[in-house]
């Protein structure tokens, strides 16, 4: 039973590293380290429909109630 137990244990761990980025060696010490370029920054959110000015009372379609 233990033997089973360490033998997934050592499955998972080594599965654990599949698909991990990066070098698979120690680089050299004088060697220029090399980065990837930052995220882009994130969109801003959308832009919100601006809010309604107040109608002139004298006008006929200010009475209108909103289009469906």
């Known amino acids: 039973m233990k033997i089973l ?14 698909g991990q980025k990066g070098a698979l ?3 050299d010490k004088k060697g ?7 995220a882009a ?3 801003p959110p959308p832009a919100t429909a ?3 000015k107040p109608t002139d009372p004298d006008d006929p379609d200010a009475n209108q109630p909103p289009a469906k």
């Open 25 to 27: 060696y120690l680089p």
């Open 5 to 18: 137990v360490f033998i997934g244990c050592s499955v998972a761990l080594l599965l654990g590293g599949c």
């Open 41 to 43: 920054t994130p969109a």
């Open 32 to 38: 220029a380290v090399v980065t990837s370029a930052p």
């Open 50 to 52: 601006p809010a309604k």
